[in-house]
């Protein structure tokens, strides 16, 4: 009798668990089956949900997942939460091996008075409303105010300010959900700050993403000359490093423009650090003091307050100063770090160190919310190259000939009615048909009881 293959589920179906999907399929060593296991009905985690609707180039990766997931090797299985309807007890006699490939589905806070207050969210959040995340559909957040408070200078405060900064028309071909498209038809938000606690040549935004802000149809970037000048530290950034380099040109040019005269107003602030949400309920503006950058001993660039304060007038803060991954049930966790403690992808025992049999980890949840997309690919296969080397050493699930019966049996035993691949397919194309008459690449569902009725009605 020929051996049989390594069963392997992924929990989680973003770019990490594609990439991981990808490698062990790409090799033929050893004969595989894989199951990715993801809480939502869609797959692509944040190429669909955290991935701007107007950077569309970006989301045609998802592709090569779709090329993925149609290997006969692999399967999707959507709508089954780890931890509720699987859990490691319950998947370990199915599988020999677990990838977690959870992302970090959390945010940092700033820790500061007035966070709580109504109109103050994180921008994961924000970004998930406007991309249909079926858990914050009913965000609604407040757009009759004038200023909005971005916190944080990295791509995520870029593509929140982005969004807030352009009209329905530069939206409305995009696959931005129904609900915030109209909602963004009758925004009053006139400024937005983007407020970076150090310098310009510290922010982490890339060189195409701020070159965007001056080039949109009814918003100007503003930028306060006095905040771009270098102390000595950062003028060796500056020389050293071109993403760095490039982007204080681009913000010299946009200082150099003045005002300008369109109706909105993306500002770009440096060197300061909000201090208190203001408002009574309700965000009516923030409080901020402004830095100055001081070298640490490792060479860090800290901001350290001055005590000197300023307050804007918003009505909407969102902090964009990080993700960060939760605990996910049954596994180990790095609170501090926000992900599952791991050797390049091999789970650790966070008692004796050593490394959990058959257990491993990609993507955010293992070295945390940084990087690209593309750099999960490297960092997925890093972590099924050691996994295909325990594969010898691991001792195997007793899985038996009615394997496939007992996954459907321990779904249907926790009230899960999965998606498989061939039915997201469907809505894919459904969602894709919506969109074609208003020129857009989709028009998304929102959840998996849109998604079925809308099936049950093209069946019908
Ligand atoms: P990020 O790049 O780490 O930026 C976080 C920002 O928050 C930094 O400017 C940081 O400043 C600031 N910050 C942290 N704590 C703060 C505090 N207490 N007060 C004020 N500011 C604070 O994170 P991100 O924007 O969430 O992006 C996550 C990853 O996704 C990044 O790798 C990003 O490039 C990627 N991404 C890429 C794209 C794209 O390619 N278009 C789009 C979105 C996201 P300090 O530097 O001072 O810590």
New binding site residues.
Partial sequence: MPERSVRIAIIGAGPSAFYAAAALIAQDDVAVRVDLFDRLPAPYG?VRY???PD?QR?KSVAALYEKTASDPRVRFFGCVEFGKDVTIDSLRPLYDMVVFATGAQS??S???PGEDLSGSMS??EF?AWYNGHPDYKDLNPDLSVEGVAV?????????VARILAKTPDELKETDIADHALEALKHSKVRNIYV????GPA?????N??IKEFGKLNTADPVVLEGELELDPHSAVTVEQNRMARQNVEILREYAARGHGTKTRKVHFRFLV??TEILGDGKVSGIKIERNKLVSTDDGY?N?NGTGEFEELNVGMVL?????KGLQVPGMPYDARKGTIPNDHGRILNPTTGNPIPGAYVVG?AKRG?????G?NKKDAEETVALLLEDIPHIRRAGVDAKVEQKLEELLEGAGCKYVSFDEWQSFNALEIERGKSQNRPRVKFIDIEEMRAAQSEREA
């Fill in positions: 944040l955290g991935v701007a950077h970006i945010d940092r700033l820790g500061i921008a994961t970004v916190i944080g200078v990295g791509n995520v405060a870029m593509d407020l970076g606690r150090r510290q922010a982490k935004f890339t195409p993403e650090s909000p660039l901001a902090r964009s100063v990080g993700y955010w919310p940084t990087g690209v997309i750099t």
